[in-house]
């Protein structure tokens, strides 16, 4: 059996938590840094399926984009070899924002 040697590239984009700052739209929420830091955590754990059984509560108070790509992405990922790497995690104005990849073991 030979190797696939295609490449292939699926991009999860969504931003984070929209709960940082008083003055974005949805207000503040100390629920915000609770989801980005579960976020962040999976994805440097390589355990993405966690996070479909985020609390509702938690995901109303963050107001988050991303969980629906999330749950796409940790599909996507499930019995590979592949292996997180996160680049960058800001919060540039009253959202969250996290950069990573993953990439073959």
């Known amino acids: 059996m030979t190797e696939d040697k295609k490449k292939y590239a ?7 938590a929209h709960t ?3 003055k974005g739209p ?35 108070k963050a107001k988050p984009d991303s969980l629906w790509q999330m749950a796409m992405l940790a599909g996507a990922v499930e019995g590979t070899n592949l292996r997180p790497e996160t680049f960058s995690y800001q919060i540039p104005t009253y959202y969250g924002m996290i950069c990573a990849g993953f990439r073959k073991s």
């Open 10 to 16: 699926f991009v999860a984009s969504a931003d984070q």
């Open 20 to 22: 940082h700052s008083a």
């Open 26 to 60: 949805y207000g503040y929420s100390k629920s915000a840094s609770t989801y980005d830091n579960l976020v962040l955590s999976s994805i440097r754990m390589n355990n993405l399926k966690r996070l479909l059984n985020v609390k509702k509560a938690l995901v109303e």
